[in-house]
């Protein structure tokens, strides 16, 4: 094949010096692929933030008052801010696990995993028992509709992160990932601290405001 | 920064994955970009000839005031039926799907889009949502018109739950071909492809994808509280319960308005290829033309409340929406204007597409200035819910995107196919579709302007206002039988074409993109060697602006190579 030389101008840019070019294209692209999937699901939560504020604004009071006339009770604070506390700790201890990870210490980086995993089951365990608790209903006011929606759409994306770490620890015990390509180990991070700062959002429009 | 082409091809050409074996691997659940697009364009024209058959129906009842075939329970769900199936199951998923999924990946030099794997399951998707939004005929179809608006569509019939599983699905197909048309955008370019260079139905696809990823989901979760309202008694929309009905027209609207742009921005990408290749000259603006789709995209998501200048809204809130509607007017003018300064003084060849681009010319910029007129807060009190809207929106959906997607077609088909079209049954088809389309739609104007509200059965107290309105009523029934037609002859024209079209070769028009150098139909993997780009593809007066071609092609293609081919073709 003869070598036909391109003086190409400014936009020509390669990497074929990289032996793990595919492996980099294939990394970039599900990254950009995670970032606009968690854009979208922001869109998703935003929507339904919309549709409680909308409610919240349209009635006089809040809690709003039952056709029967008693207001409704406010959520219990206290226990939110415990249980939030458990679940930004598992944002911090995901941190330290990717760190571990990054420096090649596997044992920290699995212990460092595992208490994510119970921090994340635990706030799970404390929502159930907050819904067990909490005397509001689902479809018995906007406040609860909007209440249960929200934080069951947040409890299930942390459910679904459990089983996402879970699975990642199982991946990485098994050898999938290296010291270098571990981006099933980033997608897992983003999505936690996203799970994360998901609830920054709910437990001021819940309980503070 | 000097490269030769040997260490291009170096990791590059091993990257090929092996062809697909069997039929099901090959045709039915197939990974590669073109056969799901291919499967998208089937569906689609399969759910459009439902869609539109109803759409007959519509007209058929409408011939005499008092309702000449159907009782208005029935009308009521044909017409939501109508308006559902050709938003969701017709022209998003033709214009994305179909459109999106052949030619964006070709243009940009990719061998796939970026997740052929989320491809093949958004795609397998649409079928199941369709026939779950069909098969609410069989329990009691929705009656609410497309907009579903609470508290009626609370207390609509059972397939109503159905038309809302429906969308949600089609809703999650449409997310994931969204992000996976941004990703293979952003990340999969070729080699010297810059923003600034990619072709301009690529830009398209990409200001598509970018809402498709962004409002879509807006609607899911709309869709979502009314599926719970519905079958849990969550209180969202209900207003006996706490709940605002209006809450569901801005949720709905958040997605519905840039949905519009969903559906018309692939169109304007058509149009601006079509025109250069058969004007035989560069693209007039081309970065004014990028932006302002990316403009529209953008600014489309400020608008949404003018659909809702009814609903109760404060004054002061309208005026910002209608102040950003028309502002939308600005770079939709500066894409109209570049295109006809594309025409002047180019060398015209009216092939079968760039009848139709010229077409939409006209349609298109008639449904945009009567949408500029209905964004005034003062003329939308007076047309909202009249025939006047339904002129409005069918100028922009059929006279705009169905326009922008037949230039599409016999645009793209010699490339898909490897044969040509017949051109003169294309022509035939141009005229019948054009007429059809003005007879059809334009006499609605002055009906909604004199009153006739839409969505109703019957008119026989608006034809005692206004006694003509039987007259116009059949008028446009009997135009709309010329735009069945046109379709039927398509189909026609396309099988007879697959029979015994005559082969098409690599680039019939002597067209400049990148899916122009590669044989037609295209082998599994596109390109074998990944092309570098040096250019813009619309100078065509110049070298093509290609390096690493499969063909070698650098020659300049020949000004009179698309009248030649026309001329050949309807000889």
């Given at each position: ?209 | ?71 208005n329970q029935a009308y009521n769900g044909v017409y939501t039926m ?54 609410s005929?069989?329990?009691g179809a929705p009656n609410a018109g497309?907009?579903e608006?609470?508290?009626i569509s609370?207390q609509g019939p059972?397939g109503t739950?159905?038309w ?291 969505r ?116």
């Open positions: 094949m003869a070598t036909t030389i391109i003086s190409s101008p400014d936009a020509v840019r390669f990497r074929y010096d990289d032996v793990d070019h595919a492996y980099h294209e294939q990394r970039e692209n599900r990254l950009t692929g995670i970032v606009l999937f968690l854009v979208s699901d922001v869109v998703l939560f935003s929507m339904f933030i919309f549709a409680y504020c909308y409610l919240r604004s349209s009635v006089p009071n809040w809690p709003p008052i039952t056709q029967g006339g008693h207001q409704l009770p406010r959520f219990d604070t206290a226990f939110a801010e415990f249980n939030s506390i458990v679940l930004f700790g598992s944002g911090a201890t995901m941190h330290f696990a990717m760190e571990s990870w990054k420096h090649t210490n596997r044992p920290a980086f699995f212990r460092w995993l595992i208490a994510t995993i119970i921090l994340g089951a635990g706030f799970l365990g404390g929502q159930a028992y907050e819904y067990s608790t909490v005397s509001i209903t689902w479809a018995g006011s906007t406040m609860g509709a909007a209440f249960f929606t929200l934080t069951g759409m947040h409890g299930f994306h942390v459910l679904v992160g459990v089983i996402f770490l879970c699975i990642l620890g199982l991946q990485a015990q098994a050898g999938v990932y290296t010291g270098s390509k571990y981006f099933g180990l980033t997608a897992g991070t983003l999505y936690w601290h996203f799970v994360d700062v998901i609830w920054v959002a709910l437990f001021f429009l819940f309980y503070l405001w | 920064m000097t490269v030769s082409s040997d260490a291009l091809q170096h990791g590059v050409e091993d990257h090929i994955h092996p062809a697909p074996e069997g039929f099901i691997r090959k045709y039915v659940f197939s990974i590669d970009h073109k056969v799901i697009g291919f499967q998208y364009f089937i569906t689609g024209m399969l759910f459009f000839a439902i869609a539109g058959s109803l759409a007959e129906l519509i007209r058929l009842q409408l011939l005499k005031p008092e309702g000449a075939i159907m009782s109508h308006g559902t199936a050709m938003v969701w199951m017709v022209i998003i998923p033709l214009v994305t799907g179909a459109l999106g999924n052949f030619i964006m990946p070709l243009q940009i030099g990719a061998r796939d889009v970026a997740f052929p794997w989320l491809n093949m399951l958004s795609f397998w998707i649409f079928p199941v949502a369709g026939a779950i939004l069909f098969a005929f069989l329990v497309w907009t608006y609470a508290p609370l059972p739950t159905l809302c599983v429906a969308i949600f699905l089609i809703g999650i197909s449409s997310t994931l071909t969204g992000l996976n048309f941004m990703v293979t955008v952003i990340k999969m370019r070729c080699p010297g492809m810059t923003w600034t260079r990619m072709p301009l139905f690529t830009w398209a696809t990409f200001a598509t994808a970018l809402i498709n990823m962004v409002a879509t989901v807006a609607l899911s979760g709309a869709l979502a509280a009314l599926f719970m309202e519905r079958v849990f008694g969550v209180p969202f929309y209900d207003p006996a319960r706490g709940g605002s009905p209006v809450l569901w027209q801005h949720m709905f609207w958040f997605y519905s308005h840039p949905a519009v742009y969903i559906m018309i921005i692939p169109a304007f990408g058509v149009i601006s290829e079509v025109l250069p290749v058969f004007a035989r000259k560069p693209i007039f603006g081309y970065k004014m033309i990028a932006f302002s789709s990316m403009a529209i995209a953008i600014l489309g998501f400020a608008v949404w409340a003018h659909h809702m200048f009814t609903s109760g809204m404060a004054p002061w809130l309208q005026l910002p929406f209608m102040i950003v509607t028309m502002l939308i007017g600005i770079p939709t003018g500066i894409k109209i204007f570049s295109w006809v300064a594309t025409l002047w003084g180019g060398r015209l060849h009216f092939s079968t597409a760039m009848l139709f681009a010229m077409g939409f010319l006209i349609t298109f910029t008639f449904g945009g200035i009567t949408g500029v007129y209905l964004a005034a807060v003062p003329a939308d009190l007076h047309e909202h819910g009249t025939y006047f809207v339904v002129g409005h929106f069918h100028y922009v959906v059929a006279g705009g995107s169905v326009m922008g997607l037949l230039a599409a077609i016999f645009f793209w088909f010699p490339k898909a196919a490897g044969r040509m079209l017949d051109e003169r049954m294309g022509h035939w088809t141009f005229w019948l579709f054009f007429f059809g389309l003005n007879g059809t739609f334009f006499p609605m104007h002055w009906l909604g302007l004199f009153g006739m509200p839409r109703y059965a019957t008119y026989v107290e608006f034809a005692k206002i206004y006694p003509p309105a039987q007259l116009w009523n059949i008028v446009a029934s009997a135009s709309s039988l010329l735009m069945a037609a046109a379709m039927l002859l398509l189909f026609i024209n396309i099988l007879r074409s697959l029979v015994r079209g005559r082969p098409s070769g690599i680039n019939p028009w002597g067209a400049r993109t990148l899916e122009w150098t590669i044989s037609s139909p295209p082998p599994y993997y596109n390109f074998k060697r990944i092309p570098i780009v040096l250019g813009l593809p619309y100078c065509f007066d110049e070298p093509l602006p290609y390096r690493n071609l499969d063909n070698e092609q650098d020659e300049i293609p020949k000004p009179h190579s698309a009248s030649q081919a026309w001329m050949e073709a309807t000889a």
